[in-house]
């Protein structure tokens, strides 16, 4: 078999390409105290949701996106469903609603009007526009319609479970979560994690002691037995 010779450069290149047997990790920049505040409250918030789906069924949040939620769960309710809902929230609250997604389509016609005299016509926000406009059922969500009723669901709890970790529910009161050290699941695993990572891997670096000891045992052994 003949032996393939190589330039010293092209070791040196293959030596620093390949990854040692383990490296430590290196340490993540230090976040501000605002930043890390923040970060604490929205894990506790995704805590709190996760603990308590209910949240969701709120009547109320209907009036977060009027139109989002008409294309995401009244357009996929059947008319017994739809009927059962209005019973549920009663006249006025289906009133209100009726009321606040008028007012939506006329701001987002008039938001689209405006658009339209400044986009150019051959422009991929043209097009945009225009497919949103051929499909009432897409509304901000990346111009493709939920693929039947159980999406569009997961698509609005996806929207409100955003908008709630954000803190832009504005009828939640968020210190009650936002104070609580019992939703700071995420963080305590984060730091569980990070103390595994620092610790150094002496099973690769440092040979058992014990190993050792029977290594050394054998090499003192013939194979022959002395009686």
Same mark, same amino acid.
């Given at each position: ?29 230090? /976040? ?177 002691? /014990?190993?050792?000891?029977? &290594? ?8 022959? &037995?002395?009686?």
């Amino acid at each position: 078999m003949p032996f393939v010779t190589i330039s010293e450069e092209e070791a040196n290149a293959t030596a620093q390409t390949r990854a040692p047997a383990y490296e430590k990790p290196v340490p993540r920049p230090a /976040k501000s105290p605002a930043k890390s505040r923040e970060i604490r409250a929205q894990n506790r918030r995704r805590e709190y949701i996760n603990r308590n789906p209910k949240y969701f069924a709120s009547t109320e949040h209907e009036f977060a996106d009027p139109l989002l939620y008409d294309a995401l769960i009244r357009q996929h309710q059947t008319p017994a469903e739809r009927e059962a809902d209005g019973k549920r929230k009663g006249y006025s609250r289906v009133l209100e609603g009726d009321l606040a997604r008028g007012e939506a389509r006329l701001a987002d016609l008039a938001k689209k009007a405006e658009e339209s005299t400044v986009t150019p016509p051959g422009s991929a926000a043209a097009a945009a526009t225009t497919v949103a406009r051929l499909n009432p059922t897409v509304v901000d969500l990346d111009l493709l319609p939920p693929d039947g009723k159980d999406e569009a669901k997961e698509r609005w709890y996806d929207f409100l479970a955003d908008r709630f970790i954000h803190g832009q529910d504005e009828d939640f009161d968020y210190d009650v979560v936002d104070f609580d050290e019992a939703y700071d699941v995420m963080e305590r695993q984060d730091a569980q994690d990070a103390w595994f990572e620092e610790e150094d891997p002496e099973w690769v670096s440092e040979p058992d002691e /014990k190993t050792d000891q029977r &290594q050394a045992s054998r090499s003192g052994e013939t194979g022959i &037995q002395d009686f």
